[in-house]
């Protein structure tokens, strides 16, 4: 499968506890993006990696938050101390180019309790 | 106000209809527009770009109106696999930040 990657697909965890999650993405793909899609609603910019440097993030992605793509390649997105309005469906996209051409993974489904 | 709205239906059309829907958005500023469609608990997928001349692709059109400030997807001779979330989208430049996401138009071919 050459397609974006994301692992786990599924995750439940206590309200408090840190989970971090893992995106693969089309291995020529220089952008990676993360996006929240809660129900009903459109996907939410999180936050953009060009190669391994963090060019932006979300002014509503609060610190306890963070992401990393130490070598241009894969991803992690990190949540710390879980609340229960973190509950979402979390998609990683990659692009070679233009922002609005990306591919979706198949998204890491959080659920906090 | 949100930047992208779209009328969250759903719609309920018989199969080999012609369905239609806008998207309005606020940011006149926007330089791009794209439809994205999404099934029930996968990712969004791009199905087209919308140029300013407009665009068809098979059965599906997309035209944007600049002046009223709305994007329309259309439909002819629909399949029962066009049942999905179809997402406005656009883009005001800026970086990635500046993609704005719709809520999305609910889908639902009948047979």
């Known amino acids: 499968d050459t397609g974006v990657s994301q692992d786990p697909r599924h995750k439940i965890t206590k309200r408090g506890q840190n989970v971090t999650f893992r995106c693969d993405p089309i291995s020529e793909h220089n952008r990676l993006y993360w996006y929240r899609q809660t129900l009903g609603q459109g996907p939410e910019f999180l936050t953009y990696f060009q190669n391994e440097a963090q060019l932006e993030k979300s002014r509503l992605l609060s610190d306890r938050f963070s992401a990393e793509r130490p070598k241009g390649s894969f991803s992690t997105l990190e949540i710390q101390r879980t609340e229960q309005g973190d509950s979402a469906m979390y998609l990683c996209a990659s692009s070679l180019g233009n922002f609005a051409e990306a591919f979706f993974g198949q998204g890491t489904r959080l659920t906090v309790v | 106000r949100k930047e992208v709205e779209q009328d969250p239906g759903p719609f309920n059309v018989p199969e080999g209809a012609t369905v239609a829907f806008n998207c309005t958005y606020s940011n006149s500023a926007s330089q791009s527009f794209f439809w994205y469609r999404q099934d029930c608990r996968k990712e969004p997928k791009l199905l087209m770009s919308?140029?300013?001349s407009g665009n068809e692709d098979g059965r599906f059109t997309a035209q944007l109106n600049r002046a009223s400030q709305y994007i329309s997807l259309l439909i002819r001779d629909s399949k029962l696999s066009d049942s999905a979330t179809y997402l406005c989208v656009a883009y005001s430049g800026g970086g990635a930040d500046g993609l704005t996401f719709g809520k999305g138009t609910h889908l639902i071919i009948q047979p």
């Open positions: 919308v140029y300013s």
